[in-house]
């Protein structure tokens, strides 16, 4: 689905079954990640094609757990988390990385050298060696909340986590800049709108006319920021 200034929505891309999460890499290539009975990555634009759906010869299914969040990368391969963390590359072949994770929100830093993933209460970071591999896993920062989800970034480098509290917001130094709050859980978050300064937020739950909550609903929130959105992606 797409957006437009007024909150409209449309198809952009049809027959994406259970699509989840979107990303597009600083080249344009747009990724998304299916959630159905057979769990791939698939890239939508320019050329509508299948990235990967399997892991050492074994179906995504198999490895347990739901596939969940996404980061494009500049040499045409993804980054994704499944309970833990995985790179399918532009071939398709995938790698699984870290010790101990319980992932979900990944992204990139603006020049690429950095991964950031949600691990439950903290963030971890990962460096990304010119060829995509990951070293270096360590702890970069600690939520104020529980239920780190959706991450985004701006052009400073600054980490935006959607978590119990809000949306956390994280220093280049792994530093807790502060906590935009939110009347309602939130799940996932990224930059858009003119000149990318505003912060998309999705929530989860909504009420209908009469303020009765309606089930499996969500909302997107629009927040106006000082902060820019790094303008190499989407995300």
Known sequence: MKLDRDG???????????GGAL??????????????????????????????DSFQGEPLDCIGGVINDVAA???GGVYFTMGGLFHA?????????GENLFTNGVVLSPDEKTLYVTNGTTLAAFDVQPDGLLTNQRVFATFTAGGG???????????????GAGVEVIGR???LLGVIPTPRSVISCAFGGKDKKTLFVLARGAQDADGTEVANAAQVWAIQTIAQGYKGRAK
Request: charged content about 30%; glycine content about 8%.
């Open 23 to 52: 990303s597009i890499s600083a080249k344009g290539n747009l990724f998304i990640i299916e959630r159905g009975l057979r769990m791939k990555i698939e890239q939508l634009s320019p050329e509508r094609k299948l990235l990967a």
């Open 89 to 97: 590359d532009a071939k398709g072949v995938v790698t699984r990385y």
């Open 8 to 18: 409209k929505p449309s198809v952009a891309y049809s027959a994406t079954h259970t």
């Open 173 to 175: 130094d792994g530093k």
């Open 73 to 75: 990368d500049s040499r």
């Open 149 to 163: 989800d959706g991450s985004t970034i701006d052009s400073q480098g600054r980490v935006y986590v959607t978590t």
